[in-house]
């Protein structure tokens, strides 16, 4: 399995744009990588997924060089609300490959005002 | 509304009482996991299933057992709890295996 690395905080101040990268040196060729949000006695909610290149929507855009062995998730002007623990996810895709998944440890972003 | 339902929210208990965390979703999705969430360690699965009786092991299994007897219902079994096993817990659902999963709000669980 990919194991995955990020950093374990990050401080910005709002309007800021916030980047977080995940690394994963030993994603494989059928891997997603996808990114969650948590707040504080919550489950984490999904923000977005990609298998290369850039993906965008709504909340944040990720960004997936050619090699895949890292993704950045950028969050365009933060609020203080975006403060919350983020989480970069590498797993497989298919049904030959189940449902084992590998969740990084976490990045702490703090948004000031 | 989709949701992922966990129950009991909360519980204290004392080692080598046998309990089971419920988990029941209403998305019809067929991939169910759990997690446990401890102070610098992250998320860490435990088990997963992906379809009526077929279930299977994550990164930390030992202590917990799980059923998968129908598609809407996943619970953990703690059959003999430990202080070690005291932890955020959290059920996850999707529809297939390339998704985005949807979880519960937790299961606080405090083993004595």
């Known amino acids: 399995l990919a194991k995955t690395t990020q950093p374990i905080s990050m401080d910005s101040y709002e309007g800021q744009e916030v980047n977080i990268t995940c690394s994963h040196n030993?994603?494989?060729?059928?891997?997603?990588i996808t990114w969650y949000q948590q707040f504080p006695s919550q489950g984490p909610r999904f923000i977005i997924q990609g298998y290369k290149t850039k993906v965008t929507n709504e909340v944040a855009s990720l960004f997936i060089p050619a090699d895949r062995k890292s993704s950045t998730l950028s969050l365009p002007r933060v609020s203080l609300s975006d403060t919350a623990v983020y989480y970069c996810?590498?797993?497989?895709?298919?049904?030959?490959?189940?449902?084992?998944?590998?969740f990084g440890g976490g990045t702490r972003v703090l948004v000031k005002p | 509304e989709a949701q992922v339902t966990q129950n009991p929210r909360y519980l204290i208990t004392v080692t080598g009482k046998k309990l089971t965390v419920t988990c029941s979703q209403n998305m019809n999705h067929e991939y169910m996991s759990w997690y446990r969430q401890d102070p610098g360690l992250g998320l860490r699965q435990i088990y997963y299933?992906?379809?009526?009786?077929?279930?299977d092991k994550g990164d930390v299994p030992e202590g917990y057992k799980v059923s998968r007897k129908e598609k809407r219902n996943f619970p953990l079994i703690l059959e003999s709890p430990s202080p070690n096993q005291t932890s955020l817990y959290f059920c996850?659902?999707?529809?297939?295996?390339?998704?985005?999963?949807?979880f519960g709000d937790g299961t606080r669980l405090s083993i004595l």
């Open positions: 996850a659902s999707r529809q297939a295996s390339n998704q985005p999963q949807h």
């Open positions: 299933s992906m379809n009526v009786e077929v279930t």
């Open positions: 996810l590498v797993g497989a895709s298919g049904r030959a490959a189940g449902n084992k998944l590998t």
């Open positions: 030993n994603i494989a060729t059928n891997d997603y």
